[in-house]
């Protein structure tokens, strides 16, 4: 079956959206109508005027979409695809957490749960986080969460003091410096460039470190020929199509392969989509007071960015 062609016609008759994170597979990017990161994502379905949004990406980010869009009928095509990060933060857990330091402003990286988002005072992405943090006054007390990684950096690089919960991106986390070592080792000319979640050590590796929009244009804009990028796979699609005459190599997960793959981000298929925009389902539902309390969070971060022309 040409899933493409049949999507495409489904896309037009029922006036549908769709919307792909920059980690899906090459086939659905060039099928969306808007490929990108969180932060981008997200200010795509808050503008969005149609009948039907259908979001290859991941559950919090259809969640996010909803909430923006309330009366817009949002489509995940795989309930399934999940996320480790958000995973790592538990309602009850952070919450008590939460009540143990009342002090302390809470800003949740968007790759959390709705549930997480309502307990939330600011909503950040990898993308406007430092530039979030450094907006607030030097002495408020902050609480940032889910991933450590990113907050550790958001720490190192703006001086701050944050408080931390622990919880980590399977697919960043696991990057190792040794295998980064033994790429540079064999690839001299290349540019280590990297995403946020990963580990401290692999950070300070990299001669660049950004979103994965911020690390798509550094390559677009960088004198360089050869990027070693410390991420998910996916974004290697983006990067040769922008850049045909550059050398894209990602850090592998382990020793066994060449690459880097989020195993919920790669749930998502042209046939999932095809059905999801045939079949108007599996539709995201929410309970409309916790939409309402969680879409707060995140319309401050977006008129923060906005404010700081953030895009």
Same mark, same amino acid.
């Not at 958001?154 to 696991?174: A, K, P, S």
């Not at 749930?267 to 539902?285: D, F, G, Q, R, V």
């Given at each position: 079956? *040409?899933y ?5 016609k489904?896309?037009k008759? &029922?006036?549908? =959206? ?13 099928l969306? *109508? @808007?490929v990108?990161d969180?932060?981008? =994502?997200?200010?795509k379905a808050?503008?969005a005027d149609?009948d /039907? ?7 919090f980010?259809?969640e996010?979409a909803?909430?923006l ?5 949002v489509v995940?095509? *795989?309930?399934e695809a999940?996320?480790?990060l958000? *995973? ?6 952070f919450?008590n957490?939460?009540?143990s330091?009342?002090?302390h402003l ?5 790759? +959390?749960?709705?549930?997480?988002k +309502?307990?939330?005072d !600011?909503?950040?992405t990898?993308?406007?986080?430092v530039q ?8 408020? $007390? ?12 958001i720490?190192r690089i +703006?001086g701050?003091? /944050?408080?931390?919960w ?7 986390? !696991?990057l190792s410096?040794?295998?980064i070592? $033994? ?7 290349a540019?280590? !460039?990297?995403?946020?979640e990963?580990n401290?050590?692999?950070l300070e590796?990299a001669d660049y ?7 798509i244009k ?6 360089h &020929?050869?990027?070693?990028?410390? +991420?998910?796979?996916?974004i290697i699609?983006?990067?040769q199509?922008l850049?045909?005459? &550059? ?6 997960s382990d020793?066994?392969c ?6 919920y /981000?790669?749930?998502n298929? =042209?046939? $999932?989509? @095809? ?7 599996p ?14 969070p !995140?319309?401050?971060?977006l ?5 700081l022309?953030?895009i």
């Amino acid at each position: 079956m *040409d899933y493409r062609e049949k999507i495409l016609k489904l896309k037009k008759e &029922k006036n549908a =959206l769709i919307l792909a994170h920059f980690y899906q597979i090459p086939e659905i990017q060039e099928l969306a *109508d @808007y490929v990108g990161d969180s932060l981008g =994502l997200a200010q795509k379905a808050a503008e969005a005027d149609v009948d /039907m949004i259908v979001f290859a990406g991941v559950h919090f980010m259809a969640e996010t979409a909803k909430m923006l869009n309330p009366e817009t009928l949002v489509v995940l095509p *795989d309930m399934e695809a999940g996320c480790s990060l958000a *995973d790592s933060c538990p309602y009850d857990d952070f919450l008590n957490f939460k009540n143990s330091h009342p002090d302390h402003l809470v800003i949740s990286y968007i790759n +959390t749960t709705a549930a997480i988002k +309502t307990l939330t005072d !600011i909503v950040c992405t990898s993308g406007n986080a430092v530039q979030i943090v450094e907006s607030l006054p030097k002495d408020q $007390k902050i609480i940032f969460a889910p991933d450590k990684n990113l907050g550790g950096y958001i720490n190192r690089i +703006t001086g701050r003091n /944050m408080l931390l919960w622990n919880g980590t991106c399977e697919v960043h986390d !696991i990057l190792s410096t040794e295998a980064i070592l $033994k790429m540079k080792e064999d690839n001299s000319d290349a540019s280590i !460039i990297a995403h946020p979640e990963c580990n401290a050590p692999v950070l300070e590796l990299a001669d660049y470190i950004g979103s994965t929009t911020g690390m798509i244009k550094f390559t677009q804009i960088d004198s360089h &020929k050869k990027y070693i990028v410390a +991420t998910e796979s996916g974004i290697i699609h983006q990067m040769q199509k922008l850049s045909p005459e &550059k050398e894209f190599l990602i850090v592998p997960s382990d020793s066994t392969c060449s690459c880097n793959d989020c195993p919920y /981000m790669k749930l998502n298929t =042209l046939e $999932k989509l @095809y059905l999801a925009l045939k079949n108007e389902t599996p539709s995201i539902n929410m309970d409309k007071e916790i939409m309402e309390l969680a879409n707060k969070p !995140i319309l401050r971060m977006l008129d923060i960015s906005k404010k700081l022309k953030i895009i």
